[in-house]
């Protein structure tokens, strides 16, 4: 369960492809989908917890399933497997689309290629029909593969995760089925690229993988304590403000890096945290993994395992409500951390606001019906709420984060 299943939106992001030499691309636009929720399973849910719609895509091309290794890929040109990577995010998580529809080259590119990266091991991490022994060596296979000097070759991690994809195959194991297309895309990059998102990924990695081992006889994770829960999100999360401050950073103030290092783990444990307290029942029924601390259920008188049960909401609403707190607990220093971001080498500080109010917002609903979490399962902040919030930074307008951080924790910024 990685940072990009932010917040539940709704949304459906479009984007324009330019297929030029420089493989530039073009700012997208925003279309709000309908409230259809797939069955579970299906290529069209989405585990970031994004309702997925039918939304035509605007480029020209042809998407046809690949297969995983592209070490000789002469019957593709590196733009087709540029748009394929842009696209392939877009099919797997709405929320982290419209992160990178705001930015601008290379950024875009550069979190492009390590969302995608960081997804091959969550959805491994996630399936529940892989023995814990082989989802911890295929992690370790895969994360040796993205360091060059290991000797492992992702070519060898396609071998041995082969047999494992799902004969009914969805965009989550077409990403994980192209492996080798996305690293032959990451090895594209820039050096100063390559070398930050690297540590960060493979930290990601090795940490799903370290904690699959340490829950193989349990057969999913059960969280126990807090701090274990605050581990799980750095491994789970931490790749998105330690990898976005090292790519602006060479282009940033001292200040400027100061800050954003001591405030990077703020605004990924913000983002994770909400994650846990608004999917708990979900990410138990669909993946058999409980991130809700055993410490805090305890003291309700639970177990993990009676959190999916209805009837006993109103005990897990204290735990929900915890957990909720806590998440509460680092918006100070997240927003500090969007503050010192510099808006270079085309970053821009609506990727990150965006999804820093959307999760103010879910909060606040967190806050008012926690209940829903376990009854509906899930909390969801509105589709006029996510449009009006993303509108807010359209043009040349340059809103006070702290401002509508403000009026989004009072009410639905679209009903000012």
């Known amino acids: 369960m990685i940072a990009a299943r932010t917040v539940s939106t709704n949304i459906a992001v479009s984007r324009v492809f330019t297929v030029a030499s420089s493989q530039s691309l073009c700012r997208s636009y925003l279309k709000i989908g309908s409230d259809t929720r797939e069955s579970v399973g299906t290529p069209n849910r989405d ?3 994004t309702d997925a719609v039918a939304v035509p895509f605007l480029s020209s091309y042809a998407l046809p399933r690949m297969s995983g290794m592209s070490q000789n890929h002469t019957d593709r040109s590196s733009s087709e497997d540029i748009e394929w990577c842009y696209d392939a995010v877009h099919r797997v998580s709405r929320t982290f689309s419209l992160t990178i529809s705001e930015l601008n080259e290379p950024m875009a590119r550069d979190i492009c290629l390590g969302y995608l990266l960081c997804r091959v091991a969550d959805t491994i991490e996630d399936a529940g029909h892989l023995p814990p022994a082989v989802q911890t060596e295929l992690l370790q296979t895969y994360s040796r593969s993205l360091e060059p000097s290991s000797g492992t070759t992702v070519s060898s991690f396609h071998d041995a995760v082969e047999e494992w994809i799902p004969t009914t195959t969805n965009a989550d194991w077409e990403v994980v089925e192209n492996a080798g297309r996305i690293v032959d895309v990451f090895h594209t990059l820039d050096d100063h690229s390559t070398q930050t998102i690297r ?5 990601l990695v090795d940490g799903m993988a ?3 081992d340490r829950y193989a006889d349990a057969g999913g994770l059960r969280i126990k304590t807090l701090d274990e829960l605050e581990e799980y999100c750095w491994y789970a999360a931490g790749t998105v403000g330690t990898l976005v401050t090292g790519l602006v950073s060479h282009e940033a103030t001292d200040e400027q890096i100061a800050q954003m290092e001591e405030n990077a783990r ?14 708990a029942a979900t990410d138990m029924e669909e993946e058999n993994n409980v991130y809700l601390p055993l410490e805090l ?26 957990v909720t707190e806590r998440a509460e607990g680092y918006l100070d220093d997240a927003q500090a951390w969007l503050e010192a971001m510099p808006e270079t080498r085309g970053n821009t500080l609506s990727a990150w606001a965006i999804p820093f109010l959307l999760a103010v917002g879910t ?3 967190l806050r008012e019906r926690p209940a829903d979490v376990i009854e509906q399962g899930n909390v969801k902040i509105s589709r006029e709420e996510v449009h009006s919030v993303t509108q807010q930074f ?22 000012y």
């Open 47 to 49: 585990r970031d917890g």
């Open 199 to 203: 540590g960060p990924v493979r930290e």
């Open 210 to 212: 370290m904690f699959v």
């Open 266 to 279: 703020s605004f990924a444990l913000l983002l994770q945290l909400v994650n846990v307290a608004k999917d």
């Open 297 to 322: 259920l305890h003291e309700q008188g639970l177990d993990h395992s009676d959190v999916s049960d209805t009837g006993n909401v109103d005990s897990l609403v204290p735990v929900i409500e915890q």
């Open 363 to 365: 909060i606040r609903e």
């Open 394 to 415: 359209g043009g040349d307008n340059d809103p006070s984060i702290g401002e509508l951080r403000a009026k989004i924790r009072q009410q639905p910024l679209h009903q």
